[in-house]
């Protein structure tokens, strides 16, 4: 007989259950057994007089989190998870648990986060935690099919970098045979090469890497970087594309997590498009009527970018376009008639900046004045400076962190419980 998975039972159906015990209910003659896959939760009901006696002996035998398989017939019960109840023909324990159990899988008692994670593979029994990670995965699967529909073409950028491809973050240094080498914290440099060869249309899902001493709740020292570049293309181009993207990312993971959203307490509104968009001066000025004055060509502080959310709309992402130049990446295109700003982009959402994106430069001259600007060696660059020499149209692209916009719809206060196996400044185990 197959196996059967929890979302699978039909009334009346025999099946074969298999799954960690979640938990047990012993009233003497009657005893109820959780059980857990992957898809969610089967009640699992063996009684004296009616359940053959060695199995009800066996059943007794069974601790949590061990890992069993389960023979019997599907049966109505309202009161048990999905509506049904399986009656076991035939029980067989896989593998023991060890106990006590270092983390409590079933989430009635509190853990604090780095218990958690500590205990990562124990964690990620919970049902809840499963849930995130669930809708993460939507969120991957909702992004490669837009862009995929759109003619995108995906690609695999390296991990391993000779010169900062942004400048301003510390690097992860590593051995690279008798050279000098880092960990990526960007694949920038290597999607613009990628669309000036022709592919024109990039996207990317790629980790990336930030030696930066945060420990604040919204960082991580390795994530994952849902990108896109495409050539021919200005910065409102680039965030018509980010449009369709977040509207489907939003209403795709509405639709096919709505029990993992359910679960987890939390929802959000789908987007309107187009998207709202205000200037960074614009911002200014909104943020200096509520008290909060901040000077021209200083980057928002956290409090201003909750607060700006707060007054524009807490619910509804929304560029802030036409950033100071000299605050921005050093490959953002200056605007022609004004150079003190750029055809830089943020998307907010929930107080948090979401994501950042750019129309580039691709004139080389202009490249080379704007490292120098930012106190950067343009030899360093070379290789990339001169990948625009030779026939470089105007481009734009974008850069989700995968692990935020997971934070941000499904309402966590710390990115790491948004991370499978996060890396910080204090963690590099699990």
């Not at 900046?353 to 691709?362: F, K």
């Amino acid at each position: 007989m197959e196996r059967t998975y929890s979302k699978d039972l039909k009334v009346g159906d025999n099946v074969k259950l298999a799954g960690w015990v979640h938990e047990i209910r012993d009233f003497g003659k009657l005893i109820f057994l959780i059980v857990r896959d992957m898809h969610g939760l089967v009640q699992v009901t063996a009684k004296t007089g009616e359940t053959d006696d060695n199995i009800v002996k066996e059943v007794k035998d069974i601790g949590k989190e061990f890992v069993i398989e389960v023979e019997g017939k599907a049966e109505k019960n309202d009161r048990a998870p999905n509506g049904m109840e399986v009656k076991p023909t035939k029980v067989t324990i896989i593998s023991e648990s060890e106990s006590p159990l270092p983390l409590e899988s079933t989430g009635k008692v509190n853990s604090d986060l780095d218990t958690r994670l500590d205990n990562r593979f124990l964690d990620l029994r919970r049902p809840e935690v499963r849930a995130i990670f669930t809708i993460q995965n939507q969120i991957i699967r909702s992004f490669r099919k837009t862009l995929e529909d759109k003619g995108f073409i995906e690609i695999t950028p390296p991990g391993v970098i000779a010169a900062s491809s942004e400048g301003g973050a510390e690097l992860f240094p590593i051995p690279y045979y008798n050279r000098e080498a880092f960990l990526a914290q960007s694949p920038q440099i290597y999607k613009q090469m990628a669309v000036m060869g022709g592919m024109e249309k990039v996207s990317m899902i790629t980790p990336v890497w930030r030696a930066e001493k945060s420990n604040t709740v919204r960082h991580l020292s390795e994530a994952r970087q849902m990108d896109i570049e495409m050539g021919f293309a200005t910065d409102v181009e680039a965030m018509d594309v980010l449009d369709e993207v977040t509207f489907n990312i939003f209403s795709d993971v509405k639709k096919t997590c709505e029990s993992q959203l359910k679960l987890i307490g939390t929802d959000f509104k789908i987007p309107k498009l187009p998207l709202k968009k205000i200037t960074y001066t614009e911002v200014l000025k909104i943020l200096e009527k509520e008290g909060m004055k901040i000077k021209w060509g200083e980057d928002l502080s956290t409090p201003a970018e909750k607060k700006i959310c707060e007054l524009v709309g807490w619910d509804e992402p929304f560029y802030i376009t036409e950033w100071p130049t000299d605050i921005r990446a050093f490959y953002s295109m200056p605007d022609e008639k004004d150079p003190k700003i750029c055809r830089a982009f943020d998307l907010m959402f929930r107080g948090v900046e979401l994501l950042s994106g750019a129309q580039r430069i691709h004139i080389p001259e202009l490249l080379i004045k704007r490292l120098k600007a930012k106190g950067m060696d343009p030899e360093n660059f070379k290789f990339y400076i001169d990948t625009f020499r030779y026939g470089a149209p105007p481009h734009a692209g974008w850069s989700i962190g995968l692990e935020r916009i997971t934070m941000l719809l499904t309402a966590r206060e710390n990115i790491r419980e948004a991370c499978l196996f996060p890396r910080d400044p204090k963690r590099l185990t699990p």
